[in-house]
């Protein structure tokens, strides 16, 4: 513990997973929208 410096960690890796997770959660709510419109103009 003693060794660690802020800024030194290489996080290249967790930004691309972040960037994805975001962009899943996009594309879902996208989703989620587009079946909500459909289902209410189905149900009238």
């Given at each position: 513990m003693g060794d660690y410096k802020?800024?030194?960690m290489d996080i290249?890796?967790?930004e691309?997973?972040?960037h994805g997770?975001?962009?899943a959660v996009g594309?879902?709510?996208?989703?989620?929208?587009v079946f909500l419109?459909?289902?209410a103009?189905?149900?009238g």
């Open positions: 802020p800024g030194e290249t890796e967790q691309k997973t972040f997770f975001i962009k594309w879902g709510a996208v989703c989620i929208l419109v459909l289902l103009m189905i149900n």
